[in-house]
């Protein structure tokens, strides 16, 4: 990195006019690929690359520092930030382009030109309240910006921060605490630190703030020198510190809870040639259904309490108004009857009709002639035994643009497909938890993106959740990092939560993972398979369940209160000159 750092404004003159102005452009892709290098995922013995993000913002804050030194524009800040920013979404998730060319670019440029409404805040903030509550604001801008990200239509929550040390999880054990969101404070302050250590807080021209209190700066000034060990000293002690905590902590943790056998499934039926009718080379509802009940049954004994099957494993449209007396549910019935004690959890997509009456339809329910007012669901449906009534589970946090559509973007980006059908799918508020026979075994039905969500599946846990169960088909990313991402960060959830995951998907990876987010059992990419496990059925609530998300909210009231901050110093500022 010291070959690519460039030299401060006072030694800028040494450099030719064609050198300087390529610096940004340089430490924007140096900044990107260290982003990119950070991010999971890596094998295993490189897992530790995680590190890297606690650098990887140090070319972006002295980009930044540089252009403002040298006076450059608003407009060419955002430039040269965004440029970063879209590298890094493009290196990283990329394979989104697998499932449609037109929804892989969406997802790059939009989630970058997005990310940077906290960086430009940072810019601003910085300009006119002073560096030193500029750089504080930074990750409060980011982390309340992230907390956005999370909650709203166009949510796409891949790319926090806090995720990318999905692979190294032995360094956030604490996660449990904070939640993923700790992980992305961590990342800012060390990598603020490390910036400040390395190059100082230096000042282009006069803050408002600065003005206002007579003090200007001159353009690059450096604060006084500070001994080598005092400068350093803060970065060090910020990145070891949460390390040797989370050591200790998984060190002490033992596995909690009453044991259960589960057996979970993966089918590898192709979603773009054989999972549905559409495809040229379908296969059958009634044959999928045998491939699931044989892989079953090859792990199955006498002690399986339960079995799990992905998402949309049953695709074939189900009515829930007479769900009983479809030929497969009917067939599902009769193999429960010949294994009594094992219950079933499979994916389907599920409908629910409302009548001719929009009164008394849902805001996201479609209309046709013969049918009324209905609502398509991506469920999770659970059969007890051979005669209990099921209980439905409709996924809640849907994918935008492939499952909701925005009603004020409908228009935008109806056509944009991220895998799967394009529409609004019907969903839930609340978070359903499966109760089975087996008093402690109680399992969380999460499907497919659901389980990116850090405080989404806290909510399970909080009703009673003893397990979680993901179900997904990530197929439509073919072999890609995208489905490895996706498992890797299921095992930040088991840290947040402390609950042992069971993970059945389409095709991908299927496994457990145990509850300090080790892999205990994975499978291989586009095979059929089944895997048997033990698991724990942990009752006690982690602080982050208790709670809740503390950090979301909190920076987005900081963000605000900052924000206000900054109007009042440009008012005061506009007064003064007037």
């Given at each position: ?347 389907m997509t599920t409908i629910k009709m409302y009548g001719s ?7 996201t329910a479609r209309f046709r002639d013969d049918l009324g ?206």
């Open positions: 990195m010291s070959e690519l750092s460039v030299a401060a404004p006072a030694e800028a003159a040494t450099l030719s006019s064609r050198q300087v102005a390529w610096q940004p452009a340089v430490l924007a892709l140096v900044g990107a690929v260290l982003l990119w290098l950070g991010w999971p995922v890596h094998p295993a013995p490189l897992a530790g690359l995680a590190a890297v993000l606690l650098v990887g913002w140090v070319p972006y804050l002295r980009m930044e520092q540089l252009l403002v030194a040298r006076g450059a524009s608003g407009w060419k800040v955002f430039r040269y930030t965004y440029l970063l920013l879209v590298l890094w979404n493009a290196f990283t998730t990329w394979w989104v382009s697998f499932s449609t060319l037109g929804g892989g670019i969406a997802a790059v440029v939009l989630n970058a030109l997005l990310m940077c409404i906290p960086t430009m805040a940072f810019y601003h903030t910085k300009r006119l309240a002073g560096p030193k509550l500029g750089y504080l604001s930074l990750p409060i801008y980011w982390i309340a910006f992230e907390q956005l990200h999370l909650h709203w239509d166009l949510t796409w929550p891949w790319l926090t921060l806090g995720n990318g040390f999905a692979q190294a999880n032995y360094w956030v054990q604490w996660y449990e605490y904070t939640g993923f969101l700790g992980g992305s404070l961590w990342i800012w302050v060390v990598n603020i630190l490390l910036f400040r250590a390395w190059f100082g807080f230096q000042y282009s021209a006069a803050s408002t703030a600065d003005r206002l209190n007579s003090a200007v700066n001159r353009p690059g000034e450096r604060s006084p020198a500070r001994p080598l060990a005092a400068r350093w000293l803060a970065p060090i002690v910020a990145v070891l510190l949460p390390i040797l905590v989370s050591y200790f902590i998984g060190a002490t943790y033992q596995e909690k809870g009453e044991t259960a056998e589960v057996v979970v499934v993966q089918p590898n039926v192709d979603p773009f040639l054989e999972k549905f009718s559409s495809n040229p080379n379908f296969i059958p509802y009634d044959a999928q259904v045998t491939r699931l009940l044989t892989l079953t049954e090859q792990q199955l004994t006498p002690q399986t309490k339960l079995v799990l099957w992905p998402e949309t494993a049953l695709e074939e449209a189900y009515f829930e108004q007479n769900f009983e007396s479809n030929p497969k549910v009917i067939r599902l019935r009769g193999w429960l009857r010949q294994h009594p004690g094992v219950e079933l959890i499979t994916g009456s929009k009164e008394t339809a849902t805001p007012y209905y609502d398509v669901f991506n469920s999770a449906v659970h059969f007890t035994n051979a005669t209990a009534p099921v209980t439905f589970y409709h996924k809640s946090r849907l994918v935008p643009g492939v499952e909701k559509v925005p009603v004020a973007l409908t228009k935008l980006i109806a056509n944009i497909d991220l895998g799967g059908t394009v529409g609004s799918y019907g969903s839930q508020e609340q978070r359903t938890v499966f109760n089975t026979a087996t008093p402690a075994l109680r399992l969380a039905p999460s499907i497919c993106y659901e389980s990116v969500y850090g405080d989404f599946m806290a909510e399970y846990v909080k009703n009673g959740a003893t397990l979680i169960g993901i179900i997904t088909n990530d197929g439509w990313w073919s072999d890609s990092p995208g489905h490895k991402q996706h498992f890797q960060y299921a095992t930040l959830r088991a840290i947040e939560t402390r609950r042992d995951i069971a993970r059945s998907a389409n095709t991908g990876i299927s496994g457990f993972i145990n509850q300090k987010g080790e892999v205990l059992e994975r499978t291989a990419w586009w095979v059929q398979a089944v895997s048997r496990h033990t698991v724990h059925l942990n009752q006690e609530l982690t602080f982050y369940v208790k709670h809740g998300d503390l950090l979301g909210p909190a920076t987005q009231v900081l963000a605000v209160l900052l924000l206000v901050l900054v109007l009042v110093l440009v008012r005061r500022f506009s007064k003064s000159v007037a």
